[in-house]
């Protein structure tokens, strides 16, 4: 029997996770109601843009390059310096969904991204 594929093989791998990636951050740094977490990020993303792009290959179950470079996650942990609450948790999912929207043409897997992230990104409010 086949194994099924994991989110990486469905989404297309390596090319299309960095897509994603600056497709995300790219709304981030353009819309105006996205101020507030684009504020909380270095001037220049290519940082936050590589981190997210290591994190996504490895949470989609592909090559684990977040843990290589930078041991778990701990996402939580490793933003508790910044003060997070609904609105910066909505506005992070909004460039999200934009970014999913443009890049993963398959509904079905959209929604199951879509779902997923929103889990991650409720999980890192640490402030009412």
Same mark, same amino acid.
């Given at each position: 029997?086949?194994?099924?594929?994991?989110?990486?093989?469905?989404?297309?791998? @390596?090319?299309?996770?960095?897509?994603?990636?600056?497709?995300?951050?790219?709304?981030?740094?353009?819309?105006?109601?996205?101020?507030?977490?684009?504020?909380?990020?270095? @001037?220049?993303?290519?940082?936050?843009?590589?981190?997210?792009? %290591?994190?996504?290959?490895?949470?989609?179950?592909?090559?684990? =390059?977040?843990?290589?470079?930078?041991?778990?996650?701990? =996402?939580?942990?490793?933003? =508790?310096?910044?003060?997070?609450?609904?609105?910066?948790? %909505?506005?992070?999912?909004?460039?999200?969904?934009?970014? =999913? %929207?443009?890049?993963?043409?398959?509904?079905?897997?959209?929604?199951?991204?879509?779902?997923?992230?929103?889990?991650?990104? %409720?999980?890192?409010?640490?402030?009412?």
């Amino acid at each position: 029997t086949m194994l099924p594929q994991t989110h990486y093989q469905r989404i297309g791998g @390596e090319a299309v996770i960095k897509q994603l990636v600056q497709r995300f951050y790219e709304h981030m740094d353009e819309l105006p109601e996205t101020y507030g977490i684009r504020k909380m990020h270095a @001037e220049d993303l290519a940082g936050s843009r590589q981190k997210l792009f %290591d994190f996504l290959s490895g949470w989609t179950g592909g090559p684990q =390059l977040y843990k290589e470079k930078h041991g778990e996650p701990f =996402l939580r942990r490793r933003h =508790l310096h910044f003060a997070i609450g609904d609105s910066e948790r %909505d506005q992070w999912m909004h460039c999200m969904q934009l970014a =999913l %929207d443009e890049v993963i043409a398959d509904e079905n897997l959209r929604g199951e991204l879509y779902q997923a992230f929103v889990k991650v990104a %409720d999980h890192m409010r640490n402030k009412v």
